[in-house]
Every structure is written in structure tokens, then in C-alpha cells.
């Protein structure tokens, strides 16, 4: 009997050991838009862009989960990138505001709607991908971003969030115990 509350006693030492470890900084939740100016590469209109050359005023508009408490307008700095064909930009944004400092780096991209407008109508793009948020206090949390422009007064919509799902200590706890009942099962079985 000693021996087997010995063995317990360690499997679930090296089971919160384990959650501990796991636990260390917090992911990144919700999402996070922009809006502001761009210019395109000389000669080039939206319905022909492969890049965007130059963002200009580029300000938070709202956010949610992490992002909830950014104050709307806290103004961010925007890299241009190039997007047919895809290259990663590192960063493409980043912002500081509550004594902390936010940033994406974009690792991948896809064009995923580009249109010349009729008489009267607005050119169109919208260019979508995926990256790694980073934020102080965080770990680096992977995410989506979308960024869309129209022709309308050379203006643009961003937004990026992140959807990652990562086993708190409790389940990984609630685990072990599953696992040590198993073997305890076992034992008394054979």
C-alpha cells in the first residue's frame, strides 16, 4: 500500500509540475481594426495592386477580448507589404499604448478579391493572411488578419484576431488523475 501511495503521490507531483510549466504567459484573445490611408506603387490601381506602398493615419477603431480596453484612435504605425506574390513583413503593424507594445508579424498572404469598378462604382481589393501577434506580457499568439481598400478617398479597413485553443494546468491535472485511475484500474484488475 505504501508503494502504491508513493507512486501516486509522485505521478501527481510531476503532474502539477507539468501544469505549472504550462501556465506560463497568457495567449492574446479577441480582435483588434484599423483604419486609415494608403498609396499604392506608382501607376498602379486597385484592380491591377500587388502591394501597398505607404499607410498614413492608421488609428485603432475597436477592439475586443485582449484588445477591449485599447482607446479608440491610439495611432499605429503600418509597414508596406507586398502580397501577389505573398512576402512576410515583419511587423506589419505595432502600437504601444497602456505601457505595453503590440505588433503582427504577417507570414503569410493571399489576395482574395480584386476588382476594377464600372461608371461610378468603387475599385475594390481585399487581401487576407495569417501571422503571430506579439504583445509585452503574452506569449506570441498566431492569428488571421484581413485588410480591405476601396478607391473611395484612399482608405482602408484592417482587422486581425486569433482563434488558439491551448490546455489550461486544470486539464492537464484532470488528465493525469484520468490517467492514474486507468493505471489503479489496471493493477487491481490483474
Known amino acids: 500500500m505504501k508503494k502504491i501511495l508513493m507512486r501516486t503521490s509522485l ?12 501556465a506560463a504567459l ?5 480582435g483588434i481594426s484599423f483604419a486609415g490611408d494608403y498609396v499604392l506603387p506608382v501607376d498602379t490601381t ?7 506602398a505607404d499607410f498614413s493615419n492608421v488609428k485603432v477603431q475597436s477592439g475586443t477580448g485582449t484588445w477591449l480596453g485599447v482607446t479608440q484612435n491610439t495611432v499605429a504605425d503600418f509597414n508596406g507589404f ?13 502600437f504601444d499604448f497602456g505601457g505595453k507594445t503590440y505588433s503582427l508579424d ?4 493571399t489576395m482574395t478579391f480584386q476588382r476594377s469598378g464600372g461608371p461610378g462604382d468603387l475599385l475594390k481589393l481585399d487581401v487576407q493572411g495569417t501571422g503571430t501577434i506579439h ?51 489496471r493493477r487491481k484488475l490483474s
Open 46 to 52: 486597385l484592380a491591377t495592386a500587388n502591394s501597398f
Open 135 to 185: 504583445g509585452t506580457g503574452f506569449d506570441d499568439t498566431p492569428g488571421f488578419w484581413n485588410i480591405t481598400a476601396n478607391s473611395g478617398g484612399g482608405t482602408f479597413s484592417f482587422s486581425s484576431s486569433n482563434s488558439t485553443v491551448v490546455p489550461e494546468p486544470l486539464t492537464l491535472i484532470l488528465l493525469g488523475s484520468g490517467l492514474l485511475g486507468l493505471a489503479g484500474l
Open 26 to 30: 497568457p495567449l492574446m484573445t479577441g
Open 106 to 109: 504577417a507570414s503569410a498572404s
Open 11 to 22: 505521478v501527481l507531483l510531476l503532474v502539477f509540475g507539468m501544469a505549472a510549466n504550462a
Open 82 to 94: 507586398q502580397f501577389n506574390p505573398a512576402l512576410a513583413v515583419t511587423p506589419l503593424w505595432t
